[in-house]
T-cell receptor, first 112, second 115 residues
Framework: AQSVTQLGSHVSVSEGALVLLRCNYSSSVPPYLFWYVQYPNQGLQLLLKYTSAATLVKGINGFEAEFKKSETSFHLTKPSAHMSDAAEYFCAVSLGFQKLVFGTGTRLLVSP | GAGVSQSPSNKVTEKGKDVELRCDPISGHTALYWYRQSLGQGLEFLIYFQGNSAPDKSGLPSDRFSAERTGGSVSTLTIQRTQQEDSAVYLC?????????????FGPGTRLTVL
């Protein structure tokens, strides 16, 4: 069955530092992959998605992710963290079925 | 334009009572999804609607859970005889068409607490 694994339930960075949130997927067919962000007491907002058009995907708020088939990874990065990036981030996979399978989430903490 | 809206935002109920949660999708979106977010289980898929029909009910945890969608728009998730393990945030999402690559737009959720 298709699934995603997010390494690290919490990631702490300093403001201005590189953000790296890890996501690995398992799939026997090319997947569609998504990163969503959830701010406190809000719903999920799409950051970016991979749909096989390009392996490097740019999203909102300066985030980007690279699809690496050989590593079955879709890690999320941002060169310089802002305090406003503090939130929970979810990686998800969709494989032709009309539902998303989510990872367990990574909470990003940003310190001044 | 208006996003996905859900009501109520918070619901506290007593064990054994029935509850109804409402979702108003983005106008024109044909696909509608319900998910549940809880501490122990993370984000789980519950049910998916294509128009008014539900081709995939595989995620409903028990027969106490049911959902309907009318007029290809509003959806209601009903939980009968609520149990404490039903406490969670229930999220609704909609998308323009039913495709695996389509973006799902999420509402703010309904936080359900069963005492």
């Amino acid at each position: 069955a298709q699934s995603v694994t997010q390494l690290g339930s919490h990631v702490s960075v300093s403001e201005g530092a590189l953000v790296l949130l890890r996501c690995n997927y398992s799939s026997s067919v090319p997947p569609y992959l998504f990163w969503y962000v959830q701010y406190p007491n809000q719903g999920l907002q799409l950051l970016l998605k991979y749909t096989s058009a390009a392996t490097l995907v740019k999203g909102i708020n300066g985030f980007e992710a690279e699809f690496k088939k050989s590593e079955t990874s879709f890690h999320l990065t941002k060169p310089s963290a802002h305090m406003s990036d503090a939130a929970e981030y979810f990686c998800a996979v969709s494989l032709g079925f009309q539902k998303l399978v989510f990872g367990t989430g990574t909470r990003l903490l940003v310190s001044p | 334009g208006a996003g996905v809206s859900q009501s109520p935002s918070n619901k506290v109920t007593e064990k054994g009572k029935d509850v109804e949660l409402r979702c108003d999708p983005i106008s024109g979106h044909t696909a509608l999804y319900w998910y549940r977010q809880s501490l122990g289980q993370g984000l789980e898929f519950l049910i998916y609607f294509q128009g008014n029909s539900a081709p995939d009910k595989s995620g409903l945890p028990s027969d106490r859970f049911s959902a309907e969608r009318t007029g290809g728009s509003v959806s209601t998730l009903t939980i009968q005889r609520t149990q404490q393990e039903d406490s969670a945030v229930y999220l609704c999402a909609s998308s323009p068409i039913e495709g695996a690559a389509d973006t799902q737009y999420f509402g703010p959720g309904t936080r359900l607490t069963v005492l």
